[in-house]
């Protein structure tokens, strides 16, 4: 049986809407997890909050497994993914700050990070009409933020001198994937306008 890929992330070749693929709901569904996170770490339940923590990676990878090799990538899944991720991301690193001062750093950074990637890539698909996934460099600051995460969940008596050596590793790699994905998006946007212009 043919597989149907799924173009615009709502219908396929037959025009059978989509929205609710295994892919998204599986991100939806760690969007979910965050309050119940952040409900555990407030309480002190360190090892549960850790075990959801390692459920919302499992889920990411799972979900963009499935999604490469069952043709369900889809442009909303494209945008829905790196804001489960995102919201993961500060939802933990604000709890974390409230016991560890260092990590104001990476939050403030992913803020500058977002708010800046972001209106550099809605300029590339102003002018594409693409939405593309995360680079390797994404999936490598996002593995190394978790890792990091999840060390100083588990571990709240962590050492300064480490704490501080896997923030930094974490915010070395931030500055990387920031300077990267602008570069990409400008690119993008500054060859798309020449092909705008050279059509008409």
Same mark, same amino acid.
């Given at each position: 049986?043919?597989?149907?890929?799924?173009?615009?992330?709502?219908?396929?070749?037959?025009?059978?809407?989509?929205?609710?693929? +295994? #892919?998204?709901? *599986?991100? $939806? !569904?760690?969007?979910?997890?965050?309050?119940?996170?952040?409900?555990?770490? %407030? =309480?002190?339940?360190?090892?549960?909050?850790?075990?959801?923590?390692?459920?919302?990676?499992?889920?990411?990878?799972?979900?963009?497994?499935?999604?490469?090799?069952?043709?369900?990538?889809?442009?909303?899944?494209?945008?829905?993914?790196?804001?489960?991720?995102?919201?993961?991301?500060?939802?933990?690193?604000?709890?974390?700050?409230?016991?560890?001062?260092?990590?104001? +750093? #990476?939050?403030? *950074?992913? $803020? !500058?990070?977002?708010?800046?990637?972001?209106?550099?890539?809605?300029?590339? %698909? =102003?002018?594409?009409?693409?939405?593309?996934?995360?680079?390797?460099?994404?999936?490598?600051?996002?593995?190394?933020?978790?890792?990091?995460?999840?060390?100083?969940?588990?571990?709240?008596?962590?050492?300064s001198v480490l704490s501080n050596v896997l923030v930094g590793c974490c915010v070395g790699l931030m500055i990387i994937s920031l300077f990267l994905y602008n570069v990409k998006n400008i690119t993008m946007a500054k060859d798309g306008k020449k092909?705008?212009?050279?059509?008409?």
């Amino acid at each position: 049986m043919e597989k149907k890929k799924i173009k615009d992330g709502f219908k396929d070749d037959n025009g059978k809407w989509h929205f609710f693929t +295994v #892919p998204n709901i *599986l991100t $939806i !569904f760690r969007i979910l997890l965050i309050p119940l996170f952040v409900y555990l770490f %407030i =309480k002190d339940y360190d090892i549960e909050a850790f075990a959801i923590l390692v459920l919302s990676g499992v889920t990411d990878v799972v979900d963009g497994f499935i999604a490469r090799h069952y043709n369900m990538v889809s442009a909303v899944g494209k945008a829905l993914d790196p804001i489960a991720d995102k919201l993961t991301q500060v939802a933990m690193l604000s709890c974390l700050m409230t016991k560890f001062v260092s990590m104001w +750093v #990476p939050f403030l *950074l992913m $803020i !500058f990070k977002e708010f800046f990637s972001g209106i550099s890539a809605l300029v590339a %698909i =102003k002018y594409t009409g693409e939405v593309h996934g995360a680079d390797w460099h994404g999936k490598l600051t996002t593995f190394s933020l978790y890792t990091m995460m999840a060390l100083h969940i588990i571990w709240p008596t962590i050492p300064s001198v480490l704490s501080n050596v896997l923030v930094g590793c974490c915010v070395g790699l931030m500055i990387i994937s920031l300077f990267l994905y602008n570069v990409k998006n400008i690119t993008m946007a500054k060859d798309g306008k020449k092909k705008e212009e050279n059509s008409k």
